[in-house]
C-alpha cells in the first residue's frame, strides 16, 4: 500500500519512513525543507537500503499540495507530520502557526476527499491535556485551555478531524496519536534530531553540552511537587513512536476498527524527572554533565505522563526501548553528527 509522508524529512517523520518501509509500504515522502534538510533523504536512504520517493512541497499552499497529491492519487494513507513544533515560536509568531498547522492540514485533507484516499494518521501532542491534574492521562482525561497558540493549533486539528468524521460527506478515516516527549534517534546512528540553534527541549540540550557545543545545562526547577523536585516527563524513544505509526495503519485497515475517528496515547507510561534523565544520560555515555539548577521555564507543568493501556490493547503497540536506550542512542547520534 502506498503512504504519503508529509514532513516525512523532520525527526519523527525520518523514523516513521524507515519503520514504514521495513514493514513493507511503500513511501512517498512530501516536505518543502522549512525545519529539515535534504541530506535526511539520502540517510533514510542509506539506513533502508534504497531511494525514497520524494516531493519538495508548501502544503499550506493549496494548489501546490493538491498538485503534489495528484502525482500520487493511489496511494490509500497519509501520515500527516508536517507542521511547525516550537511552543516559544508559536507565542511570538500566531500567525504562522494557525496558518501552516491548520491550514495544511485542511489541503491534506481537501485532497485525500478529493483523490479517495481513506486513512489519514495526525501528529497530536500531550500538550492538548494541558496542565491536567488526572495523572496518568487517558484519552478520554478532558483537554484544558491550551497554553500555546501550538497547543491550539493541535487541539483545533484533532476537533477538525473528530468534526470531519462526523460528516457523511467525508470518507476519510482517521486517527490522532498524542505523542508523549520523543528523544533519541535510529540505532544505526544515522538518523536523529536536527534541532536549529539552540536546542528548547531536554534532550538535544544534553548532548550539545556533552559535546562542548553548549556550556551548561540549566534544569529548569527543582521546588516541584515530584518525587526530585525536578519536572516529570513520559519520554518515548522515537523508534518505539514511529512503530506506533505503522500499529495504527495496520489497525485502520483491520476488522477490528469501526470508528472513523480515533484518539491514541503514545507513551510509556512511565514519568521521568530532569534528573533521571541527566542520571541515565551520564550512565550511558559514561560523561559528566556539566549543569546548574535554575528557576523554572515559564509554561512548563510539573508533571505528564500517559496511560498507554488503551493504545496497547487496540492497535497492539508497546514501548520496546527504556529511558537508558533513549539517553544511550540520542548521545550516539550526536557523536557521530559531530564526528566524536
Ligand atoms: P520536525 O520539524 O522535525 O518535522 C516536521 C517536518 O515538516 C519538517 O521536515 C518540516 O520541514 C516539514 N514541514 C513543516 N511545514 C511544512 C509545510 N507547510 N509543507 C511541507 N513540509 C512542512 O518536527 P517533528 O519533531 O518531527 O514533529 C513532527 C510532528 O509531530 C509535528 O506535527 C509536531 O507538531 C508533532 N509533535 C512533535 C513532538 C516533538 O516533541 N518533536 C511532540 C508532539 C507532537
Ligand atoms: C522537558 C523537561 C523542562 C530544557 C515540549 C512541548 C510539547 C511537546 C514536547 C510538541 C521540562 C526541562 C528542558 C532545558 C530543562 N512537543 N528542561 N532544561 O516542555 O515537556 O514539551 O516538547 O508537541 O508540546 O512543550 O519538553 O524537552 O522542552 O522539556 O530543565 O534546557 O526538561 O523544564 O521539565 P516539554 P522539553
Partial sequence: M????????????????????????????????????????????????????FIKVDLSDS????????????????????????????ISKPNEYYRNNIGSLLNVTTSMEKYDMPYLVFSSSCT????????????????????????????LGEHILKNLSSTLASKIKSIALRYFNPVGAHPSGMIGELPNGVPGNLMPFITQTAAGFRQQLSVFGD???????????DYIHVVDLASAHVKALDYMQSEKSKEKY???????????????VIQSFERTSGEKLN???????????????????????????SAKYNLDDMTGSAWAWEKKLRGL
Fill in 2 to 53: 502506498k503512504v504519503i509522508v508529509t514532513g516525512g524529512a523532520g525527526y519523527i517523520g525520518s523514523h516513521t519512513v524507515v519503520e514504514l518501509v521495513n514493514a513493507g509500504y511503500d513511501v512517498v515522502l512530501m516536505d518543502d525543507l522549512s525545519n529539515s534538510s535534504i541530506d535526511m533523504l539520502d540517510k533514510i536512504g542509506d539506513v533502508i537500503g534504497k531511494k525514497i520517493c
Fill in 63 to 90: 494548489d501546490a499540495c493538491a498538485k503534489a497529491f495528484k502525482t500520487h492519487v493511489d496511494a490509500k494513507a497519509v501520515i500527516h507530520f508536517a507542521a511547525f513544533k516550537s511552543v516559544p515560536e508559536s
Fill in 128 to 155: 492538548v491535556y494541558g496542565d491536567t491534574k488526572e495523572l496518568p492521562v487517558k484519552e478520554s482525561t478532558p483537554m484544558l485551555p491550551p497554553n500555546s497558540p501550538y497547543g491550539h493549533t493541535k487541539q
Fill in 223 to 233: 521546588d516541584y511537587n515530584t518525587p526530585d523536585g525536578t519536572a516529570v516527563r
Fill in 262 to 276: 480515533q484518539v491514541f496515547n503514545v507513551g510509556t507510561g512511565n514519568g521521568s524527572s530532569v534528573l533521571e
Fill in 291 to 317: 549543569y546548574k539548577i535554575a528557576p523554572r521555564r515559564e509554561g512548563d507543568i510539573a508533571m505528564i505522563y500517559a496511560d498507554a493501556k488503551y493504545t496497547m490493547e487496540t492497535i497492539n503497540w
